[in-house]
């Protein structure tokens, strides 16, 4: 991104730089700095490819924040598998492959099913499943292409691509639900803020997440077991600073394994879902955290039961609009309800897409009146198009 659109409305001004370098974002934050009066007090991002270049600026200006090696293997999916792999974290096996040669030496090390996966991607994008070796000859290719050609946005993009030639990793299929971990480190401590159930099957071929809902209804001792473990990924890697989104499948006998963390806040209607279950408003902890302040995540209160929906449409095509959302917008049960492009637009579906096409947050009085609500939402929304 170089130049901001409705960005400009949430901030007071706008520098324009190649986000996509990170040393060209370094530069436009000297700049901008030397046009100002006042000290920069602090620097954060909610984007995951921008993880690194805030860790640049960061250590350029001396500010609280990650430092870039952990920034680095955040965003390297097979430099955080081995990090995990050398802590102990149980976690899927693993493999990397440049070429369908090297993927079936993985699939014979690993087993089928197998989840193909891009080394520096986001959002479930080009992450498919593979359940035996004709679909693993038939999606390779394809996966590895738009591993590559679907992030060449990305400041890591070049160098990584080169450091790998062109791979994609491979993961062994771990069967079990999905939840998500949203955390604040602070000089090195975790505080778990919230736990996401992702209550629907996601088994494949693609990951789509759809419905999430807060707090957990895992039992106490797995969350105390899932904690240690965010508390050592985040050890593993190096994270001693920030937000992070930690991801796990938990297996039919209760086996939390990690899939991965992101040194970043949970993207999408996670903010709104935290803030409206806990009262805890994670973007003004990271603020807190980026300029040495204490953050506040007591919570005084129960959580309240939350979910949200994300919505998708059934194939790619030019959006005409959203049925049924006059309907859903009016519910009292509903805190926000948002549709993320306008009609013309092209919209993708997985696994070419790395975000749903809008979201319904809500809440209400027990976890079940919950997913009832989700429920009647999803039977309500239709994305309509041609």
Not at 42 to 49: D, H, K, L, R
Not at 274 to 285: K, P, Q, Y
Not at 312 to 326: D, N
Not at 328 to 333: A, K, W
């Amino acid at each position: 991104m170089k130049d901001a659109t409705w960005e400009s409305s949430y901030v007071d001004r706008v520098v324009s730089a190649d986000t996509t370098s990170i040393e060209e974002t370094v530069a436009a934050v000297r700049a901008l700095i030397a046009t100002e009066d006042e000290p920069v007090r602090g620097v954060v991002t909610f984007v995951e490819q921008s993880v690194p270049a805030v860790a640049a600026v960061a250590a350029e200006l001396g500010l609280p924040s990650l430092e870039e090696k952990a920034a680095y293997l955040a965003r390297d999916k097979y430099a955080m598998r081995s990090a995990f792999g050398r802590a102990g974290l149980l976690q899927p096996g693993f493999h990397l492959a440049a070429n369908l040669e090297e993927a079936v030496e993985g699939a014979d090390k690993l087993g089928y099913p197998l989840v193909l996966k891009p080394l520096i991607g986001g959002g479930s994008k080009y992450v498919r499943r593979v359940n035996d070796a004709a679909e693993l000859a038939e999606h390779f290719g394809p996966i590895q292409k738009g591993a590559w050609t679907g992030f060449a946005h990305d400041p890591l993009h070049t160098r990584t691509r080169e450091q790998y030639n062109e791979a994609v990793l491979l993961e062994a299929y771990v069967p079990g639900s999905e939840i998500s971990v949203e955390s604040i480190v602070v000089d090195g401590g975790t505080r778990v803020v919230a736990i996401h159930d992702k209550p629907l099957p996601m088994e494949g071929p693609f990951f789509e997440e759809v419905y999430y809902t807060t707090p957990t209804r895992l039992s106490a001792e797995l969350v105390e077991r899932i904690t240690t473990a965010v508390e050592a990924a985040h050890d593993a890697l190096g994270i001693s600073t920030g937000a992070t989104h930690t991801e796990f499948r938990i297996t039919a006998d209760d086996e939390p394994y990690i899939l991965e963390t992101a040194a970043r806040l949970g993207g999408g209607p996670v903010y709104q879902s935290v803030l409206l279950s806990t009262g805890i408003d994670m973007v003004d902890a990271l603020l807190d955290v980026a300029t040495g302040r204490e953050p506040q995540l007591d919570v005084p209160n129960a959580p309240t039961p939350t979910g949200f929906y994300l919505f998708f449409a059934e194939r790619a095509g030019e959006l005409v609009g959203v049925a049924g959302l006059e309907t859903v917008e009016t519910d009292s049960r509903v805190s926000e309800i948002m549709l993320y492009g306008q009609p013309g637009d092209q919209v993708l579906v997985p696994p070419h897409a790395s975000a749903a096409h809008g979201h319904v947050v809500f809440s209400a009085a027990t976890p079940e009146a919950v997913d009832a609500a989700f429920g009647e939402f999803r039977d309500a929304i239709n994305v309509e198009v041609r």
